[in-house]
């Protein structure tokens, strides 16, 4: 997965990519500091949603960009 993290006056975007290459905010408010690589994967890996039992066997993100593909 990779991230970008954009900060500015006290605010900051996390995007992160999945592999199948959808991009979706995992984070937009407060200024997260100065996170590294490592650091920023792990905040964008803990607000992936649940998959709820008889549901799709990983968890979905909605994207920046809606697609048919991803259901």
Known sequence: ???VLLRRAGVA?????????S???V??????GDLDADEQ?????MTLPPAPH???DR????????GGARG
Do not use: N
């Open 1 to 3: 997965m990779a991230t």
């Open 13 to 21: 975007v996390l995007l992160a990519t999945d592999d199948d290459g």
């Open 23 to 25: 991009t979706a905010v």
């Open 27 to 32: 984070h937009w408010g407060a200024d997260l």
């Open 41 to 45: 994967a792990t905040v964008a890996a």
């Open 54 to 56: 008889s549901a799709l």
């Open 59 to 66: 968890p979905v993100r909605v994207g920046l960009v809606p």
